[in-house]
């Protein structure tokens, strides 16, 4: 955790097709501006415009999206949750008064999380890369896929199934989870294979973040994607191999300090029971 200043240029953002995320973009951006506040849209920041903060209005899904966005340019995103579930929001709607009197004041810290780099490489060539904050996805075919884990340069195995995930620690209470796989608590990362046919050697799988992670797509009947934080997507083929380690961009979370680790995974827990 890092100490913050006083936000003076807000960006914000919202949930499309969302009314409740947009009447309360349109509430705080309004305050913010009564008070001379500079505020941004996504695109605006995207462009070049600067902010101290971003403030994204939706779900889990909303401030991923952010994050991503965010990251290279060094601005910590606060997710206020209007969707169902937002584990990763810090706050629900009835606490953005507050929370902007904070922003405003500079009682805030910033909470730096790693992300992982996906590199799409085939025969040599890098085709396509992608930055996650969530996890990354080797799979997501209606077929089952054969893939080959190797890690830090040595074979583990061959898995046929769903495919693979490569969870950060942000990302191990998420898809990571509800596939079987371990909470983490501290920057690591966590492969999970989803729904192994006959691969018993690893369900959940801890290794250090520095670890280099190669999956070979084996798969010849159908071809596999890989999917970064559930959003972003590029289709391979037999031999593709894709590349995870550590991302040399982090991205930032704003803390209010409203509830600790072990609180928040309480709390995503709760929420995850109350849906199903």
């Given at each position: 955790m890092s100490e913050a200043q006083g936000a003076k240029r807000f960006g914000l953002t919202y949930r499309l097709k969302n009314e409740a995320a947009l009447k309360a973009y349109e509430s705080a951006r309004q305050r913010l501006q009564a008070q001379g506040v500079e505020t941004y849209t996504l695109d605006e920041v995207v462009e070049g415009a600067e902010a101290d903060v971003f403030l994204s209005f939706g779900g889990d899904g909303t401030l991923l999206h952010a994050a991503r966005l965010m990251a290279p340019r060094g601005i910590p995103v606060l997710g206020i949750n209007l969707g169902r579930v937002g584990y990763l929001c810090a706050l629900e709607e009835s606490g953005v008064d507050s929370a902007l009197e904070k922003l405003l004041a500079g009682r805030y810290q910033l909470d730096s999380r790693s992300m992982v780099r996906a590199r799409v490489v085939h025969r040599r060539e890098q085709l396509w890369q992608v930055d996650a904050l969530n996890d990354v996805l080797v799979g997501g075919s209606t077929r089952t896929v054969t893939?080959?884990?190797?890690?830090?340069?040595?074979?583990?195995?061959?898995?046929?199934?769903?495919?693979?995930?490569?969870?950060?620690?942000?990302?191990?209470?998420?898809?990571?989870?509800?596939?079987?796989?371990?909470?983490?608590?501290?920057?690591?990362?966590?492969?999970?294979?989803?729904?192994?046919?006959?691969?018993?050697?690893?369900?959940?799988?801890?290794?250090?973040?520095?670890?280099?992670?190669?999956?070979?797509?084996?798969?010849?009947?159908?071809?596999?994607?890989?999917?970064?934080?559930?959003?972003?997507?590029?289709?391979i083929e037999d031999g593709t191999e894709v590349e995870i380690r550590r991302s040399p961009v982090s991205a930032l979370l704003v803390d209010l300090g409203l509830e600790s680790p072990v609180a928040r995974l309480r709390r995503g827990h709760q929420e995850r029971a109350q849906t199903q």
């Open positions: 893939l080959e884990v190797h890690i830090d340069g040595e074979l583990l195995g061959t898995l046929r199934g769903d495919g693979i995930i490569a969870a950060t620690r942000t990302g191990s209470t998420a898809y990571a989870l509800s596939a079987g796989g371990s909470v983490l608590l501290e920057d690591s990362l966590v492969l999970v294979a989803s729904n192994a046919l006959f691969s018993s050697f690893f369900r959940s799988l801890v290794v250090h973040l520095d670890a280099t992670v190669r999956v070979v797509n084996r798969t010849e009947v159908a071809r596999p994607y890989v999917i970064a934080d559930g959003q972003k997507d590029y289709q």
